[in-house]
């Protein structure tokens, strides 16, 4: 069983809808959470980041964490085509020691907002 | 413009050649990193350092080597051990005790 799970989609909705997008994991240490957009042919780029369980909203993106679950969601409302993407979720233990900056990473839903 | 900078995008090579991926960042990032990325499977990591002159093996090291000799610069090499080379390979770097990761543009690694 991996440590992050993340339905491949692929997602295909239309322009205007709510998008809802998930991950599941078994490692309860998981302490930072990341989102990740990932145009095709390109680097991912950072879209939202969270710590411990709750709710954090940016423009039309929100992330929640449910730690009791071990599960994380991206929430995309009024989507828009140009959200056309992998998105990926990401997450880690904690900073310092050998597990510095040791990202696990589901494998990315790709999504499709079509006009 | 502040960023990371990976090149060449595109890279082809015959089996059994040893061949030396770049990743550059002015962002003053202590930490840099080496994904690679293949299709259905996420991004995978390869090597890190957390400072210069000290990396530490991924979960997919075997068949890479990696050096930091400055802070800025961060090359992979994916020699001829390395069984399945062909992939996207993805380069990131972080400051800071979040782990917020900014990759580059990544390199397409074909194997002929």
């Known amino acids: 069983q991996k440590e992050v799970e993340q339905d491949p989609g692929p997602l295909s909705v239309p322009e205007g809808a709510i998008v809802s997008l998930n991950c599941t994991y078994s490692n309860s240490a998981f302490q930072y959470f990341m989102w990740y957009r990932q145009y095709s042919r390109k680097g991912p780029e950072l879209l939202m980041y969270t710590y411990s369980s709750g709710n954090k909203e940016d423009g039309r993106f929100t992330a929640q964490v449910d730690k009791s679950s071990k599960y994380i969601s991206l929430f995309i409302r009024d989507s828009q085509p140009s959200d056309s993407a992998t998105y990926l979720c990401?997450?880690?233990?904690?900073?310092?020691?050998?597990?510095?900056?040791?990202?696990?990473f589901g494998q990315g839903t790709i999504l499709t907002v079509h006009p | 413009d502040g960023g990371i900078t990976q090149s060449p995008k595109y890279l082809f090579r015959k089996e059994g050649q040893n061949v030396t991926l770049s990743c550059e960042q002015n962002?003053?990032?202590?930490?840099m990193y080496w994904y690679r990325q293949d299709p259905g499977q996420g991004l995978r990591l390869i090597y890190y350092s957390q400072i210069v002159n000290d990396f530490q093996k991924g979960d997919i090291a075997e068949g890479y080597s990696v050096s930091r000799e400055k802070k800025e610069s961060f090359p992979l090499t994916v020699t001829s051990a390395q069984k399945n080379p062909t992939a996207f390979y993805l380069c990131?770097?972080?400051?800071?005790?979040?782990?917020?990761?900014?990759f580059g543009p990544g390199t397409r690694l074909t194997v002929l």
């Open positions: 990401a997450m880690s233990m904690h900073a310092g020691g050998t597990s510095y900056g040791k990202l696990t």
């Open positions: 962002l003053n990032h202590d930490a």
């Open positions: 990131a770097s972080s400051f800071g005790l979040y782990n917020e990761q900014f």
